[in-house]
C-alpha cells in the first residue's frame, strides 16, 4: 500500500488550505484513514480521522474549523483546513489503517506553514 500526500503550503493566520491523500494497492476495508501532524522534536499526534463506515474522530484543537473527508471508491482521504492558527504549522502525514500493527501504512509528510 502507497498513500500520496498533496497540498500543502504556506499560507497566513486566518486562511485555508486542503490536503489530499489517496492509497494504491491491496486496501482492505474496514479501515481508518486519517490525518496526524508533528513538529520537530515532538510526537506525532492525530489530527483526525475517519473510518470506511463514517466514524469521524477530531483533536480538540482543530474542531469547528477543519473538517475530513473521504472517498471509498477512489481510496482518498481530505482535510480542508480553514481558520488556520500559527500552531498549525507542521508537518502533517496521512495514515491508513486497520486494527492491529500489521496493516499500518503512513504518507510522506507535507508541511503546512501558517504565517502571523
Known amino acids: 500500500v502507497q498513500l500520496q500526500a498533496s497540498g500543502g503550503g504556506l499560507v497566513q493566520a486566518g486562511g485555508s488550505l486542503r490536503l489530499s491523500c489517496v492509497a494504491s494497492?491491496?486496501?482492505?476495508?474496514?479501515?481508518?484513514m486519517g490525518w496526524y501532524r508533528q513538529d520537530p522534536g515532538k510526537q506525532r499526534d492525530l489530527v483526525a480521522s475517519?473510518?470506511?463506515?463514517?466514524?469521524?474522530n477530531y483533536a480538540d484543537s482543530v474542531k469547528g474549523r477543519f473538517t475530513i473527508s473521504r472517498d471509498n471508491a477512489k481510496n482518498t482521504v481530505t482535510l480542508q483546513m480553514n481558520s488556520l492558527e500559527p500552531e498549525d504549522t507542521a508537518v502533517y502525514y496521512c495514515?491508513?489503517?486497520?486494527?492491529?500493527?500489521?496493516?499500518?501504512?503512513w504518507g510522506q509528510g507535507t508541511l503546512v506553514t501558517v504565517s502571523s
Open positions: 494497492g491491496r486496501i482492505y476495508r474496514p479501515n481508518t
Open positions: 475517519m473510518t470506511s463506515g463514517g466514524d469521524i
Open positions: 495514515r491508513l489503517k486497520r486494527g492491529g500493527n500489521v496493516y499500518d501504512f
